[in-house]
């Protein structure tokens, strides 16, 4: 299996997951986790790393594996580097100084935009890991998320996997007349590339008129009667929202240094 099937697998396997605790709580914690997140003041860096507790925990618990998540989420590390990558060019104003070394708070907002990054795309997988993205959006759509944009998030989760079927079918008929060749100029990629665009589109089309001819209704699709919550569910989100409000709004770095600088002079 290569690499394309195995991503393949994948996608398809993120589409539909049973978990243990209520779509919607798992929906809310996560949400109340990357606000939690992104209100942190971006000139205290080292409070956002006690927010790791989550993806650590929840990834564990899940199996997982937190890094295997920590290395997902490093796909997106160049577009999360790229939003504050100018930030020690505009602010230069001193912060700290370690000896001779004078960091600015730029440098040290560049730190907690990749902070925050990381942990909102880390809690975003393993939600995604955990639910399944049907059930995540039968949720958004029961919450009150307009149907066209919770149906917009469904067709462009579908194009992918037709997508990347269209370049497996593309990538095997290379290979069995590409007489074990492995390299190719330039010039056959991106015909290889425009090639994939059309037959996609052609692919999505037809789907189109698919679902068209059998009246889809998404309305209809997203209506799903909700389970009842459980006991579990209503621990999970006391549990959950204890511990990231107290990471939130309890400067834990600061207690611990208080204490050392206390029982260590």
Same mark, same amino acid.
């Given at each position: 299996?290569? !690499? ?19 779509? !919607? ?6 949400? !109340? ?17 006690? &927010?790791?507790?989550?993806?650590? +925990? ?10 295997? @998540? ?13 939003? =504050?990558?100018? #930030? ?6 001193? /912060? ?6 004078? +960091? ?12 925050? =990054? ?15 993205? #049907? #059930? ?6 029961? @919450? ?16 992918? =996997? @037709? ?28 015909? &290889?590339? !425009? ?28 209506? /799903? ?26 400067? +834990?770095? /600061?207690? +611990? ?9």
């Amino acid at each position: 299996m290569n !690499g394309l099937e195995k991503a393949l697998q994948t996608l398809h396997g993120y589409g539909s997951r049973h978990s243990a605790i209520d779509t !919607g709580i798992q929906l809310f914690v996560t949400l !109340g986790f990357i606000v939690a997140v992104v209100s942190v003041p971006t000139v205290d860096p080292a409070r956002l790393i006690w &927010f790791f507790a989550f993806p650590v +925990i929840m990834a564990e618990a899940l199996r997982i594996g937190y890094a295997h @998540v920590f290395c997902r989420s490093l796909w997106l590390l160049p577009f999360i580097i790229l939003i =504050g990558i100018f #930030n020690p060019i505009i602010d230069r104003q001193p /912060a700290w100084e370690i000896g001779n070394i004078v +960091i600015s708070k730029g440098w040290i907002s560049f730190i907690s935009v990749v902070l925050r =990054g990381l942990l909102s795309v880390q809690a975003l997988l393993i939600l995604v890991d955990s639910c399944g993205f #049907n #059930n995540i959006c039968r949720v958004l759509h029961g @919450v009150g998320v307009p149907s066209v944009l919770v149906t917009q998030l469904q067709m462009l989760y579908r194009f992918m =996997g @037709v997508l990347m079927e269209e370049a497996l079918i593309m990538h095997r008929a290379r290979q069995s007349r590409g007489f074990g060749r492995k390299s190719y100029p330039l010039k056959m990629w991106a015909t &290889f590339a !425009g090639q994939l665009l059309m037959r996609s589109l052609d692919r999505a089309s037809r789907i189109n008129r698919a679902m068209l001819a059998r009246v889809y209704d998404s309305k209809r699709i997203h209506k /799903a009667k909700r389970p009842k919550l459980t006991r579990n569910d209503w621990i999970y989100l006391a549990a959950w929202t204890t511990i990231i409000l107290f990471i939130r709004f309890i400067d +834990i770095s /600061a207690i +611990i240094d208080k204490w050392l600088s206390t029982h260590l002079t």
